[in-house]
T-cell receptor
């Protein structure tokens, strides 16, 4: 199984809502990533989990809260988002460590904040 | 710090012809890897090809090949025999210090029938 799954595919939420994005992989990968991608821009790193520990936080606002319940799952909890947070949110996984193995991406969640 | 530069915002190619997408990079690391990803309008990032800095030969994967010129710090993607399904955004990337990918701005490829 070389697939990364993400749910939901689409999400529309108001600025006062609380929602969660989910990501799952069963490739035994030990590193998982959240990227944010605005239209016509490259993906930008938000969070990295390595061996289930948060190892980098690219100064992301606290209204985004990541969680890694186990090595196969990655969540992104959303609260009090702003319209400018509307974007494609991509999850990825890789073997981790110093290997140069490719990252496998999920199909993404298209988020619209009203 | 690593940096990826893609200078072609958009490219057109006739179906069945070959096309080269440019990528230059900058890094002070002696060991590094370069990746190319394809992103169709559906949004998913699809891995295409990888080149390691110490690889002796240019990488190839089916219709994709990588023209790696280390001295020039370039890693251009060559797509042979273009197909309509090749129309997409193409991103060149390299690994950052935390294992994340650092992407260029991308090139939008349009294949004409």
């Amino acid at each position: 199984d070389t697939e990364v799954t993400q749910t939901p595919k689409h999400l529309v939420m108001g600025m006062t809502n609380k929602k969660s994005l989910k990501c799952e992989q069963h490739m035994g990968h030990r590193a998982m990533y959240w990227y944010k991608q605005k239209a016509k821009k490259p993906p930008e790193l938000m969070f990295v989990y390595s061996y289930e520990k948060l190892s980098i936080n690219e100064s992301v606002p606290s209204r985004f809260s990541p969680e890694c319940p186990n090595s196969s799952l990655l969540n992104l909890h959303l609260h009090a988002l702003q319209p400018e947070d509307s974007a494609l949110y991509l999850c990825a996984s890789s073997q981790g460590g110093n290997s140069y193995n490719e990252q496998f991406f999920g199909p993404g969640t298209r988020l619209t904040v009203l | 710090a690593q940096k990826i530069t893609q200078t072609q915002p958009g490219m057109f190619v006739q179906e069945k012809e070959a096309v080269t997408l440019d990528c230059t990079y900058d890094t002070s690391d002696p060991s590094y890897g370069l990746f190319w990803y394809k992103q169709p309008s559906s949004g998913e990032m699809i891995f295409l090809i990888y080149q390691g800095s110490y690889d002796q030969q240019n990488a190839t994967e089916g219709r994709y090949s990588l023209n790696f010129q280390k001295a020039r710090k370039s890693a251009n993607l060559v797509i042979s025999a273009s197909q309509l399904g090749d129309s997409a955004m193409y991103f060149c990337a390299m690994k950052g210090s935390q294992g994340n990918l650092i992407f260029g701005k991308g090139t939008k490829l349009s294949v004409k029938p």
